[in-house]
């Protein structure tokens, strides 16, 4: 699955595509909510930023308020991940990830079944996807770290 193209804004506002944020690493995808029961997950993504990142791997993160968990603002959530986590990875502004209006990018990741073998509808935030530097994409739950 080539998804180098597609746009990306940044959580700050920069346009850029998603190729130019992996840089031709793998990358784990990962739509985050700062109000989650998950959140704590964000210290394991950016521990595996920091352990991973000069090796080939990002994480990336893509906001969303798809489930009414995440803050109003790009701000604050840049705030909020930095305070909190001491977030460095690359993150997104808030995307849609299901519905006609869907990130370019989650139109493309929801048609990858997961392990149960579905593919679809991302059901909740911190759901992941690993896509490799030659395209290939594995999908994970919420609750897989």
């Given at each position: 699955m080539d998804l180098s193209d597609i746009p990306v804004t940044t959580l700050r506002g920069e346009q850029t595509t998603f190729g130019a944020l992996t840089d031709g690493k793998a990358a784990l995808v990962v739509n985050v909510a700062s109000r989650c029961g998950l959140a704590p997950q964000y210290e394991q993504l950016e521990q595996l930023q920091r352990t991973y990142g000069e090796r080939g791997f990002t994480v990336i993160g893509f906001p969303s308020n798809q489930f009414l968990q995440e803050l109003g603002s790009e701000e604050k959530?840049?705030?909020?991940c930095s305070a909190t986590w001491g977030v460095t990875f690359p993150m997104t502004?808030?995307?849609?990830?299901?519905?006609?209006?869907?990130?370019?990018?989650y139109q493309q990741l929801t048609t990858v079944p997961?392990?149960?073998g579905k593919a679809g509808k991302i059901?909740?935030?911190?759901?992941?996807?690993?896509?490799?530097?030659?395209?290939?994409?594995?999908?994970f739950s919420p609750r897989t770290l």
């Open positions: 959530i840049a705030e909020y502004e808030k995307v849609k990830l299901n519905g006609k209006n869907a990130h370019p990018i997961g392990a149960d059901s909740w935030n911190f759901e992941k996807f690993v896509i490799g530097p030659d395209g290939r994409v594995w999908r």
